[in-house]
């Protein structure tokens, strides 16, 4: 067992994220219950990295901490109990995930998606690939001020589906363009 300091830390190298949440967030994000979320896992552990994360018993994950993930499960519950303590969280989830990976073996060796085939993105090179973005948005005057929302929302918009690591070299490579043509070059 490893002990990490920081979240990045603990899942730089894995490539596909799936955090806990009990509360509905202002911005929408990819979100399931733990039965379909749990399926997605199950396929994308049987080749990659996954992490599972979960929050603080007493708060959760932070919006900050489940930026990191590409996939937010929320597990149904009553409104006015929203919040599960941390071991049945993590029952639930590993329960469902057991269940679909040997749901998933059961059906043999079928064709897999041509998407899994290909080398997913750590979860590592995805911040990278945000904090770039972030710097070139903020040069080219994209972002004039902190908005810890709109980043949100735009990191949203690559976190729909697992990225693969060609995709990430493809952004980068767009926006060291972008700092080149705007004459600000940095080095990554």
Not at 43 to 68: M, P, Q, Y
Request: proline fraction near 3%.
């Amino acid at each position: 067992d490893k002990i990490f300091e920081t979240l990045d830390e603990g899942i730089g190298d894995w490539v596909f994220v799936a955090g806990s949440t009990a509360r509905l967030r202002s911005i929408p994000w990819r979100c399931a219950e733990p039965h379909s979320a749990m399926t997605e896992v199950a396929e994308v552990c049987r080749e990659k990295k996954v992490s599972l994360i979960f929050g603080r018993e007493a708060s959760g994950l932070t919006n900050e901490e489940l930026d990191r993930a590409q996939l937010h499960v929320r597990i149904p519950v009553a409104e006015e109990y929203a919040s599960l303590n941390l071991a049945a969280a993590v029952l639930i989830l590993s329960y469902e995930l057991r269940r679909a990976y040997i749901a998933g073996s059961s059906e043999g060796d079928r064709n897999q998606n041509m998407d899994t085939r290909l080398a997913l993105a750590s979860a590592e090179q995805i911040q990278g690939f945000f904090e770039h973005l972030e710097v070139v948005l903020r040069n080219i005057g994209f972002l004039q001020q902190p908005s810890a929302n709109l980043l949100r929302k735009i990191k949203r918009i690559f976190s729909r589906a697992p990225l693969q690591e060609q995709e990430v070299n493809i952004l980068r490579g767009i926006c060291s363009a972008i700092e080149q043509k705007d004459g600000q070059s940095i080095s990554r």
